[in-house]
């Protein structure tokens, strides 16, 4: 990969908020945040070789293959049985949609894994949770209340109506807010996965991080939220 030119303020941060809020003000990275997530929606992924990613089996299998991914990584971290987990897993297989596009997916597109220059977006960070999949799975990390604080402004940075006007217009897509709410509840699964992994590494003396220890506190955060969206 070459060097390009960027900053990545941290969208959690006193400086951070401000710079995206400054920048939404200004009118034009919140477009290009929507263009760039666009443009990985809409690429020939195919001509580009992107084959080995794995195209997921047809209909559900997108979802199936997720699940099982994370089921496994919970499992290996040998974490006492949670029984809202287990009723989330058992929702999400009962509830899983069909694919109706197969892109590539980022994963966790938001500010904070992108580089900005000149008010634009330069380069897309953070790639270890790619796939080839339902670009629903990214519009609803971007639609998700986790990733803005103390703002309305997706990702502190785009309205919630011009996101979807002009993603949709951009991609040809449809955004479905159900799909969206099932795949938001597929994030806390996989949240709880890397968190439960972290802290058995922790646990068990794989590792001797005190910060994976720190990571078992926010397990039950993750589980009251998803509670609270089945209905509890």
């Known amino acids: 990969m070459e060097k390009v030119p960027g900053v990545c303020p941290n969208p959690w941060g ?12 200004r009118g034009v990275l919140p477009k290009s945040f929507t263009a760039t997530l666009a443009t990985l929606h809409t690429l020939d992924w195919r001509a580009l070789g ?23 990584l919970i499992d290996a971290s040998e974490h006492a049985p949670e029984p809202i987990l287990t009723d989330l897993v058992g929702w ?18 938001r500010t ?3 580089l900005i220059h000149d008010d634009r977006v330069s380069a897309v960070l953070d790639w270890e949770l ?16 986790l990733n803005r604080e103390g703002t309305q402004l997706l990702s502190n940075l785009v309205e919630r109506d011009a996101f979807v006007r002009d993603y949709e217009a951009a991609t040809g897509f449809t955004i479905d807010e159900d799909v969206c709410r099932y795949y938001n509840l597929l994030y806390a699964m996989r949240s709880v996965a890397f968190w439960m992994s972290a802290s058995g590494l922790y646990a068990s003396g794989r590792s001797n991080d005190i910060r994976l220890a720190r990571t078992a ?4 955060d993750v589980l009251d939220r998803a509670a609270k969206e089945l209905g509890y």
């Open 14 to 25: 006193r400086d951070g908020r401000a710079f995206y809020l400054a920048a939404h003000e």
């Open 50 to 72: 992107l084959g080995f990613l794995s195209e997921p089996p047809p209909g559900r299998g997108f979802v199936q293959r997720e699940i099982a991914k994370w089921r496994e």
């Open 92 to 109: 999400l297989e009962a509830n899983a949609p069909a694919t109706q596009h197969v892109c590539l997916v980022h994963g966790a597109y």
């Open 112 to 114: 904070g894994n992108l």
């Open 130 to 145: 790619e796939v080839l999949g339902d670009p629903m799975y990214d519009v609803a990390y971007v639609l998700s209340d």
């Open 217 to 220: 506190w926010s397990v039950p």
